[in-house]
């Protein structure tokens, strides 16, 4: 079988929408996010072709100058299991390597067995387990939960730093669904853009908190304190008429029992990396 591997153009995307919509129960964000990805300079997108005419892409982008990310790698229905997707991989972390990239990761939902073991014989290793999980705002008396300051970082990078869910992470932070090296200047920034929290239970590093959806990027607690801790970042959302909770966190057995007790259903994303 021949095929081509190219940048894709905005004329592709008529042709891979059909192909992109259904991929999961809920659908797919490849068509909404493709037109976005296509006029961003530091990513890339690039498709496999046959006869020019696009069947498989995947999404690569440089989280920071030397860390890649690699994302919404899909297949044609009628044209898998022949390479396609294997020769995508490859030819995204050829191009990160080219931007300065020393490592590149992905990540897989926990169950899929077929994506698992095709990353494992391309080279990757995994490296950290997430649960993830959508809670309700639930309004308390006091939720314990302020406003942190630029005087909190230090100890709450220090709590983290030191912690379970830091050596279960593998050092990293949860953006959305991509995950690089977290810095103590992500806190900084979160203290200047008012998404960092602090409570007596822990701390809590938000995005997009001025919307109905508030996702958790980083926290740090310990296991003792973890329910009482979300129970507070619950009733935060409240306070600032959130519809809905989105938290993501190195998978631990404290930290999945948390999310139970607080009404979520935790699922399990695996984290895989390359160096390069």
Known sequence: MVFDIRPARTEDIEQIVPWTSDTFDWGDYVPERLP??????????????MEDQPVGLVHGLMLTSTEAWLEAARVHPDHRRIGLGNALNTAGVEWAAKQGARVVRLA??????????????????????????ELAPAPTPDTGVRPGTTADVDAAWMSWSTSDLHRAARGLIALGWQWRTARPQDLVEGVDEGRFFQSPQGWLLA??????????????????????FLKGVLGLAA??????VKVKTPSLPWMTEAMRRAGGEPSEILIFSKSI
Do not use: F
């Open 239 to 244: 306070d600032l008429s959130t519809d809905s």
């Open 207 to 228: 995005d997009q908190v001025d919307t109905k959806v508030m996702h958790s990027l980083w926290l740090s607690t310990a296991p003792e304190d973890a329910p009482e």
């Open 36 to 49: 976005v990805w296509l006029d961003d300079h530091n990513a890339t997108v690039l498709v496999t072709t």
């Open 108 to 133: 897989v939902v926990d169950g899929n067995q077929p994506a698992i073991t095709q990353v494992l014989a391309l080279g990757y290793r995994q490296t950290s387990v997430w649960a993830y999980c």
